[in-house]
């Protein structure tokens, strides 16, 4: 609620001035700060119990090992998504119940594909995976030696007169 006094807007609460001619330089400041400030996100932090340092060892290499499906460029152990939390909680599980480093990362091939490996095995299915990428560089190179190679059997046809002539109409700014 507020009321006008001599003019002026007040509010009752602070019993200052909130009209437009009252506002300071430093309000102005503060304002531009809070709203350029990020609100720090509530961000939750997974706590596991281990039995033994090797399940310990074994949980942080296999999320360090697989990748994100929703990511694609981060493993599980640097990415917040959900399925990155659930897939996470299932290693958990799985390090827990005594499955072993080769079980987990078949387990997860089976469900999610060679995708969740960062490093896929080379197989007929992962084949293009591999080489796509020189097989690009190798296109590329390829398109740049023809256009090259097509430039440099251009020749370039001499001047007529009378374009000379022309040109130089138009470099010293006399029509033709």
């Known amino acids: 609620m507020t009321y006008l006094k001599e003019g002026k807007c007040y509010s009752p609460l602070q019993g200052i001035s909130v ?3 009252n506002i300071r330089p430093l309000h102005y400041l503060l304002l531009i700060l809070m709203l350029l400030l990020p609100l720090p996100a509530p961000a939750s932090i997974e706590v596991h119990q281990f039995n033994t340092p090797a399940q310990e060892a074994l949980y942080t ?9 929703v990511c694609q460029n981060q493993n599980l152990a640097d990415s917040n998504s959900e399925l990155a939390q659930d897939l996470r909680g299932k290693t958990y599980e799985m390090v827990m119940a005594g499955s072993s480093h080769t079980e987990i990362i078949d387990f997860m091939v089976t469900r999610y594909g060679d995708f969740v490996l960062y490093n896929p095995p080379v197989r007929q299915s992962t084949l293009l ?10 296109l590329g190179l390829g398109i740049l030696f023809a256009f090259l190679r097509r430039k440099s059997r251009q020749t370039s046809q001499p001047l007529s007169d009378s374009d000379r002539q022309r040109a130089e109409q138009l470099l010293s700014g006399d029509k033709p």
């Open 19 to 21: 009209g437009a001619n």
């Open 61 to 69: 290499d296999l999320i360090a090992e697989l990748r994100c499906l």
């Open 129 to 138: 995976l591999w080489l796509g990428p020189l097989l690009f560089l190798l």
